[in-house]
């Protein structure tokens, strides 16, 4: 076991929230096609309230804090939250797309010691990635601040989302990365709007398309493991969780809400009424997130890939049970490997049926 | 000859935080990740720029942890070299402001 999962099943066992995702707003200077966000501002945290949420992590024991947004640059006060939170001596982490950022401000980052950026890139395409964001010169402006942060010396990942519209662009976005001498990730998850509109899951990439991707080796690191039938699950494993989400990690909105995971929408709390660690510890919800097994899961925990499977279950909740299967992860099992999942074949399929009904529930404290 | 006054601090670079009385460390220039046992978390969290390091050992570590004066000595100047080498530790003989909480 490697110190770091060491440290993250320590955190576990002791019930201690090691990371934490932030989203500090949800206005955003892009509109791209697949985001499941309303990016209207329905009366975000002040800088005086995340300073004060910043505060409560630190004392909860959190050490890797995630900005995300949105745009986190749409908040004229990020930086000065950044400074905080490195002050607290978090490790911290930015997802943004980037297009604010100059040399002024990747300088200040860099003298922040922000441990790493992920910056969301869709095409080596100038005119496929602008049509995503549509924002004219997204493109441009982004592959420009990359190469302001690089020059700091900072950790850079270029994130590639896939869908319809860019699918065939990963190897050139690879390709760019290594130019820029950025590290790249690749991502085909398009999960529906907070508004519960599932229109977006139309852009998802095929199947077969996805079967491509994990079968090729520029993509896929240890290709052959990644891709191999599954083991059949242990005790161990059967004892064990399906994901981290509200165990040692948890997501908190611009407007305090808190949740397992920023990909489940299950309401805990709000940060506005409540002390964090109240939240973290006692409500209902957590208990029962963490009480979930993978043998108390329901069709899962039957499934040949039950040992293997990135089962999230925060999609499962947006399926409608949080025990039951995720089938976007069920196709994902499916075409690494070819072996079909107890869910594709109490249904009678020897191949996964194409998107799942997923509802994306909407935020329950959003505050007016 | 006298005594060497070494002062010690934390530097503004890296992250840390306590995990069950011992601290997670990471240097964010080159991503390097650290766990410090109890010694060397109180070592660490004393590290305040201000007060020398043979009155951290004296004071605290020899006095909470029971342990011999003169070999607590050694291995916290052999800690501190160690830490200051990955850019955790600020070391000097005068006294540092500390950036951090």
């Given amino acids: ?368 | 000859m006298p005594e060497e006054c070494i002062y010690i601090a934390r530097s503004s670079a890296i992250a840390a935080r306590a995990l069950a009385g011992e601290m997670m460390v990471m240097n964010s220039a080159d991503s390097t990740f650290f766990t410090l046992n109890e010694v060397a978390t109180a070592i660490f969290q004393a590290a305040d720029g201000q007060t020398p390091l043979r009155d951290i050992v004296r004071n605290r570590i020899c006095e909470e942890f029971d342990i011999d004066p003169e070999e607590a000595q050694a291995d916290a100047k052999k800690f501190v070299t160690e830490l200051s080498g990955h850019g955790i530790l600020l070391v000097s003989n005068q006294p540092l402001v500390s950036e951090t909480r």
């Fill in chain 1, 1 to 368: 076991m490697s110190l770091m999962s060491d440290v993250g099943q320590k955190a576990t066992n002791l019930g201690v929230p090691l990371a934490v995702h932030m989203d500090v707003t949800y206005r955003c200077n892009e509109r791209c096609v697949h985001c499941y966000l309303d990016h209207d501002d329905h009366g975000e945290m002040t800088t005086f309230e995340i300073k004060g949420v910043l505060d409560q992590l630190a004392e909860a024991g959190v050490f890797f804090l995630t900005f995300s947004g949105g745009e986190v640059f749409m908040r004229r006060d990020f930086l000065e939250i950044v400074e905080y939170a490195r002050r607290l001596m978090f490790n911290v982490k930015i997802k943004t797309n980037a297009v604010m950022i100059h040399e002024k401000e990747a300088r200040r980052i860099r003298e922040l010691g922000v441990d790493a950026i992920q910056i969301s890139v869709y095409s080596h395409r100038p005119e496929v990635h602008d049509a995503i964001t549509k924002l004219p010169h997204s493109f441009e402006r982004t592959v420009k601040a990359i190469r302001f942060l690089h020059q700091q010396g900072l950790r850079v990942t270029i994130a590639n989302v896939l869908m319809t519209a860019n699918s065939s662009d990963h190897a050139g976005v690879q390709e760019l990365a290594d130019e820029l001498g950025v590290q790249y990730t690749l991502d085909p998850t398009i999960t529906p709007m907070m508004d519960g509109s599932t229109s977006v899951l139309s852009l998802r990439i095929p199947g077969e398309e996805l079967s491509e991707i994990f079968h090729n080796p520029d993509l896929v690191d240890n290709q052959e493991e990644f891709c191999a039938p599954p083991k059949p699950a242990s005790a161990e494993d059967l004892e064990g969780y399906s994901c981290s989400a509200g165990h040692s990690l948890c997501y908190i909105s611009p407007y305090g809400d808190v949740f397992p995971c920023v990909q489940f929408p299950l309401p805990t709390g709000n940060i506005r009424q409540q002390k964090f660690l109240d939240i973290w510890n006692y409500s209902p919800q957590f208990k029962e997130v963490r009480s979930i097994r993978v043998k108390d899961l329901t069709t899962c925990s039957s499934c040949s890939h039950a040992g293997s499977c990135s089962r999230c279950p925060g999609l499962a909740y947006m399926e409608g049970n949080m025990r039951g299967p995720s089938t976007a992860d069920c196709e994902k099992s499916f075409y690494k490997t070819g072996v079909p999942t107890a869910n594709m074949l109490r249904q009678g399929l020897t191949k996964p049926r194409a998107g799942a009904q997923l509802v994306q529930i909407q935020m329950a404290a959003v505050t007016a």
